[in-house]
Nanobody, 123 residues
Framework: QVQLQESGPGLVKPSQTLSLTCTVS??????????WSWIRQPPGKGLEWMGA???????YYSPSLKSRISISRDTSKNQFTLQLSSVTPEDTAVYYC???????????????RGQGTQVTVSS
């Protein structure tokens, strides 16, 4: 059973950088055709795809976040990391990491997802 676990601070100050790590177990983040994604859900809103890092290491970002987002990975730890800079209260959301098969654009069809972590942006 593949498991994903998000970790990181639950409170971030405005203008700072949000950093979250997803630790994957029972699977390798370099396995062909998997796209390791970050998805968030602001309060009262739907799911929003943020970006993904592919099995190959290629990255894909939402155009609305492209100037602020970076996704990287540590294959030795089987982890991938989200960094979102210059956060505002509008970035307050539950953040999920997920495994998607076949392409980042299939994010709504994720086959595994972490339980999510609440991140609040507030001074």
């Amino acid at each position: 059973q593949v498991q994903l676990q998000e970790s990181g601070p639950g409170l971030v100050k405005p203008s700072q950088t949000l950093s979250l790590t997803c630790t994957v177990s029972s699977d390798s983040i370099t396995t062909n055709y998997y796209y390791w994604s970050w998805i968030r859900q602001p309060p009262g809103k739907g799911l929003e795809w943020m970006g993904a890092i592919a099995y190959s290491g290629s990255t894909y970002y939402s155009p609305s976040l492209k100037s602020r987002i970076s996704i990287s990975r540590d294959t030795s730890k089987n982890q991938f990391t989200l960094q979102l800079s210059s956060v505002t209260p509008e970035d307050t959301a539950v953040y999920y990491c997920a495994r998607v098969t076949g392409g980042w654009y299939r994010w709504k069809e994720y086959d595994y997802r972490g339980q999510g972590t609440q991140v609040t942006v507030s001074s």
